[in-house]
């Protein structure tokens, strides 16, 4: 069973930076990964997803300031946060979707907070 490995959370102030990283623990084919979010009472959404080709998509409240990237060798995709603001809070959740099944990390707690 594939499990997706995330890291780079955790609590920074208002204006900051952070970078999450996602890898899955085993070789699998990738049609597209990315992150999703959620907030307690509210859906997951999704924050940036990146496909095989390069493609991208962006939440409308991320554009300009969250960049989504992917390294194929390894299967790896980051996402680059900057500029982050209070609403920004949540656990992001890792996915990466292949031609039969879409995997999730555990996901990440991410504070913005002074």
């Known amino acids: 069973q594939v499990q997706l490995v995330e890291s780079g959370g955790g609590l920074v102030q208002p204006g900051g930076s952070l970078r999450l990283s996602c890898a899955p623990s085993?070789?699998?084919?990738?049609?597209?990964m990315g992150w999703y979010r959620q907030t307690p009472g509210k859906e997951r959404e999704l924050v940036a997803r990146?496909?095989?080709?390069?493609?991208?998509n962006y939440a409308d409240s991320v554009k300009g300031r969250f960049t989504i990237s992917r390294d194929n060798a390894k299967n790896t995709v980051n996402l680059q946060m900057n500029s982050l603001k209070p609403e920004d809070t949540a656990v992001y959740y890792c996915?990466?979707?292949?031609?039969?099944?879409?995997?999730w990390g555990q996901g990440t707690q991410v504070t913005v907070s002074s």
């Open positions: 996915f990466l979707r292949s031609p039969m099944y879409t995997y």
């Open positions: 990146i496909t095989s080709g390069g493609s991208t």
């Open positions: 085993g070789s699998i084919f990738s049609n597209a």
